[in-house]
Every structure is written in C-alpha cells, then in structure tokens.
C-alpha cells in the first residue's frame, strides 16, 4: 500500500524558514518522479515542485523559485522541501505526490504570520 506521510509543518514569522519532510513507503521511491503541492484555504491544489526519480533535475512554480528547495534521499525513502523566505502567501497544507499518481498524504500545516 502506497504512504506518504508529511511531516515539519508549522507557524513562521515572515522571513523565516522551515524543512519539509515526506516519508514513502509501499513502493520503490527511486523509480518516481516526486511532486509538492499546497492548497491555501478556499482555493484549489497549486503545484509547487517536481524532482525527478534520480534527484538530478528539480522544477519550481514561479512563486517559490529561489525560495524553495526540493530535494530527496533515496536511501531513505524521503522527500524534502526547504522553504526560505517565507511569505504569509506560502499559507497552505503542503503535500507530497508521486507523479502519475493521484493519492496523497494527509499533509502538513504551513502558516507564515507576524
């Protein structure tokens, strides 16, 4: 059975930084491309990062280019998400997907207010 679990969410000041963490099971994770995605409140899912199976090639939405820093270990099965700079905007429930694949984890909570 496919799991992702997200974890490293919480409330930041403006500027400030926090580390995403996805945790897969149920399949071999280096064989996916890996995706982030957030939903703020009252809107729809915004596509956030894409790494591809190998680590060697990452894409960024426009709003988190230079902020945002996707990165994965395969060794130990795990996504990562590094947000610098955070701004009250980056509001949302962040949450990993593999590509091609429509199930999610239950996601984290990410709140940027002063």
């Known amino acids: 059975e496919v799991q992702l679990v997200e974890t490293g969410g919480g409330m930041v000041q403006p500027g400030g930084s926090l580390r995403l963490s996805c945790a897969a099971s149920?399949?071999?994770?280096?064989?996916?491309?890996m995706i982030w995605v957030r939903q703020a409140p009252g809107k729809g899912p915004e596509w956030v990062s894409t790494?591809?199976?190998?680590?060697?090639?990452?894409y960024y939405a426009d709003s988190v280019r230079g902020r945002f820093t996707i990165s994965r270990d395969n060794a130990k099965n795990t996504l990562y998400l590094q947000m610098n700079s955070l701004k009250p905007e980056d509001t949302a429930l962040y949450y990993c997907?593999?590509?091609?694949?429509?199930?999610r984890g239950q996601g984290t909570q990410v709140t940027v207010s002063s």
């Open positions: 149920g399949f071999t994770f280096s064989s996916y491309d």
């Open positions: 790494i591809n199976s190998g680590g060697s090639s990452t």
């Open positions: 997907m593999r590509s091609g694949d429509a199930r």
